[in-house]
């Protein structure tokens, strides 16, 4: 049997019990796990790493599990026990999607798929750190689309591992003094007030994130002024080749290199290293994208134009069609 049909055959099963496990989400119900771990003794943490492993991997509802850690093993065990089933079952997800897809996507991938797999690729860890750490993604199908991505395994491992730390901490105390006020545990009141200041700490981490991501920003006309004074600087364009020639147009003394091929030609402007760096794009975004990868290759003078070309048409400046 060749391989192409083992990984089909390997992809319709897994889907299959995906599927089974989403029409069937009661297997893991709090009841039968607690009862489960309750009558399991000493082997009780690694039934419930096992769980939370296959609730990863099955798309089945994890803070489920979290907060029963906390209940059932205390704040410590519990976060252990869960970030260790939680990372091992985001690992195990990483490898089938990279083993069934990751080639098939890469050859079928373009245009603007293929620029956000890129720009995924360039951002690496601090990618996986920033959606680890920040709540607003589907964990479990996040899991499986990073998979499709050249991102080390190494470095996905490590990230995930370490940046789910806050999140995990956070649920499982909830689990632990919801059993502590069910059963009138002692100083109930402190613990709740800690409980409260933990989870203000998670919802404060994406402000964190975006300080910690912060690039150095210029506006539209400090630009104007430089270019106007011939100032000797690298104006790096990092949009696509058909937005560069588009309906924005592009300023005349910009370079073109396209945010998803910059790490590869990066040899192209290595003697600007030590002298100013400008990046632009439609707004900032992909700009800021490329400042950061920049700065992380040794370049010391990287700044970004605020809301980039919109704003350059929007004060009608000059621009190249």
């Known amino acids: 049997m060749s391989a192409k ?12 019990v995906i599927a089974i496990a989403a029409m069937n989400p009661q297997v893991i119900s709090a009841e ?28 089945l509802p994890g803070s489920i599990l979290t907060l029963l850690g906390g209940a059932l093993f205390g704040p410590v065990y519990g976060t252990l026990y869960s970030l260790t089933g939680a990372t091992l079952g985001a690992m ?10 990751s080639s098939w996507v890469e050859k079928k991938s373009s245009g603007k798929l293929k620029q956000l797999i890129k720009g995924v690729e360039s951002e690496g860890w601090r990618f996986v750190a920033f959606t680890r750490l920040v709540p607003l993604f589907p964990f479990n199908l996040l899991n499986y689309a990073l998979g499709l991505t050249k991102i080390s395994f190494t470095q996905y491992s490590i990230a995930t591992y370490i940046f789910m730390l806050p999140g995990a901490i956070a649920y499982t105390y909830l689990g632990y003094i919801g059993k502590e006020a069910a ?3 002692e100083d109930i009141i402190q613990k709740v007030l800690l409980g409260i200041a933990l989870l203000a ?10 300080k910690l991501r912060h690039v150095d920003m210029i506006d539209i006309n400090t630009l104007k002024e430089q270019l106007d004074n011939n100032d000797d600087l690298l104006l790096l364009d990092v949009r696509s080749e058909a937005d560069f020639n588009g309906e924005q147009g592009h300023i005349e003394q910009a370079t073109l290199i396209p945010l998803e091929e910059l790490q590869q030609k990066i040899s192209t402007i290595e003697n600007y290293k030590n002298r100013p760096v400008i990046t632009i794009c439609r707004t900032d975004r992909r700009s800021s994208s490329a400042s950061k990868m920049l700065s992380n290759l040794g370049f010391e003078n990287v700044k970004v134009v605020r809301m980039g070309m919109t704003d350059w048409n929007k004060h009608h400046y000059p621009v190249v069609r």
């Not at 049909?5 to 299959?16: K, P």
């Not at 700490?201 to 975006?210: A, D, K, L, S």
Request: charge should be positive; hydrophobic fraction near 60%; glycine fraction near 4%.
């Open 201 to 210: 700490t998670v919802m404060f981490i994406p402000r964190m994130i975006n």
């Open 92 to 101: 195990i997800s990483f490898m089938v999607a990279r083993y069934l897809a």
């Open 32 to 59: 039968r796990v607690q009862q489960l771990l309750q009558s399991s003794d000493s082997l009780a943490p690694f039934i419930f790493i096992l769980l939370y492993i296959i609730s990863t991997v099955l798309f």
């Open 5 to 16: 049909a083992v990984r089909i055959i390997l992809f319709i099963v897994i889907l299959g």
């Open 183 to 185: 059963t009138g545990g």
